[in-house]
């Protein structure tokens, strides 16, 4: 099973809307943390957010928050007021505490239209 | 607090060349990671080092590929022979143990001819 799903390959949004990047996790471990990254055409990973299992509450950073939703294994990307610089591939993450590896989804493509 | 550091950016070879590229992590990251990064596709993890110990190492092509990390600091990620399909972005990251988000360099993108 993949341990990270990110289900929509392409999104767009109008520049200064909020948009939802998806992200379901598959794990067994009680302990873990999500991360989301963006890449631009660059070619650079930025990491944005990180999310621990046993955080009561979403994880927020300026713009960025992530929707925490452990019953359901999900950990969507939530950008408010989005920007053209904006427009890049995000990348969901997960690390098990045991086994110390981290594993990535495949990655959803954002464009911000003017 | 200086990042990951990665050279050389930007590396063009023929097949059956040989090539090697840098990684220097963050000061007092354990854990470093190579990943292979192929144009339109997430990062695949090739080997991830704690302190110089290898930690995961199972989706490196040990035929051609090999890696060090000597002291527990600086890396080196080789390719000999190179092979057309080794084209790709090779990414190098750091970081703490523990649950702790991992840094990455700006990578080494590699052309083989």
């Known amino acids: 099973a993949q341990k990270i799903t990110q289900t929509q390959p392409g999104m767009f949004v109008q520049e200064k809307e909020a948009v939802t990047l998806d992200c379901t996790y598959d794990?067994?471990?009680?302990?873990?943390?999500l991360f989301w990254y963006k890449q631009p055409s660059s070619g650079e990973m930025i990491f944005l957010i990180y999310?621990?299992?046993?955080?009561?509450q979403n994880a927020t950073e300026g713009r960025y928050s992530l929707n925490f939703q452990k019953a359901r294994k999900s950990a969507n990307l939530v950008i408010s007021a989005s920007q053209l610089g904006d427009s890049a591939m995000y990348f969901c993450?997960?690390?098990?505490?045991?086994?110390?590896?981290?594993?990535f989804g495949t990655g959803t493509s954002l464009t911000v239209i003017p | 607090e200086a990042g990951v550091a990665q050279s050389p950016r930007y590396k063009i070879i023929e097949k059956r060349q040989s090539v090697a590229f840098w990684c220097n992590p963050i000061s007092g990251h354990a854990t470093l990671y190579w990943y292979q990064q192929i144009l339109g596709q997430g990062p695949k993890l090739l080997i991830q080092f704690q302190n110089n110990g290898v930690v995961d190492d199972s989706q490196l092509p040990k035929d051609r590929f090999s890696a060090e990390r000597l002291k527990g600091v600086d890396s080196t990620l080789k390719i000999q022979p190179a092979k057309l399909e080794d084209s790709a972005v090779y990414l190098c990251?750091?970081?703490?143990?523990?649950?702790?988000?991992?840094?990455f360099g700006p990578g080494t993108r590699l052309t083989v001819l």
């Open positions: 990251a750091s970081s703490l143990a523990g649950l702790r988000a991992q840094f």
């Open positions: 794990t067994s471990d009680p302990s873990y943390g």
């Open positions: 999310q621990g299992s046993y955080d009561q």
């Open positions: 993450a997960m690390r098990e505490f045991t086994g110390n590896q981290f594993y």
